[in-house]
């Protein structure tokens, strides 16, 4: 499947945002999870925006859930937002 998948980034103070667009498969999630390894550093928190995300495949929402893991120690808090919040963010998450 061609993504047309969009990761747009901004860092205020101490807060990275990450506001998803597009449509969320499998590559997009590997794509999110190198961009929060990468962006993370030194924040205190990160904001993922998923408000723009047209279609979530079930399949990516599940590699994002099941490789956050390996963020661990890397990255901070994540907040979900927007109005796909209920079929991207894994059970227990910050959401907004």
Same mark, same amino acid.
């Given at each position: 499947?061609? *993504?047309?998948?969009?990761?747009? #980034?901004?860092?205020?103070? /101490?807060?990275?945002? +990450?506001?998803?667009?597009?449509? #969320?498969? =499998?590559? *997009?999630?590997? /794509?999110?999870?190198? %961009? +929060?390894?990468?962006?993370? =550093?030194?924040? *205190?928190?990160? #904001?993922?925006?998923?408000?723009?995300?047209?279609?979530?495949?079930?399949?990516?929402?599940?590699? !994002?859930?099941?490789?956050?893991?390996? !963020?661990?120690?890397?990255?901070?808090?994540?907040?979900?937002?927007?109005?796909?919040?209920?079929?991207? %963010?894994? /059970?227990?998450?910050?959401? +907004?």
């Amino acid at each position: 499947m061609k *993504s047309n998948f969009k990761i747009l #980034f901004h860092r205020n103070s /101490e807060n990275v945002h +990450l506001k998803l667009a597009g449509d #969320f498969d =499998r590559s *997009s999630a590997y /794509e999110l999870l190198d %961009a +929060l390894k990468k962006y993370c =550093r030194g924040a *205190s928190r990160a #904001f993922i925006h998923t408000s723009y995300l047209n279609q979530i495949h079930p399949f990516g929402r599940d590699v !994002l859930q099941s490789h956050l893991d390996i !963020l661990n120690g890397q990255c901070i808090p994540l907040v979900f937002t927007g109005d796909n919040v209920d079929q991207l %963010a894994p /059970e227990g998450s910050r959401i +907004l």
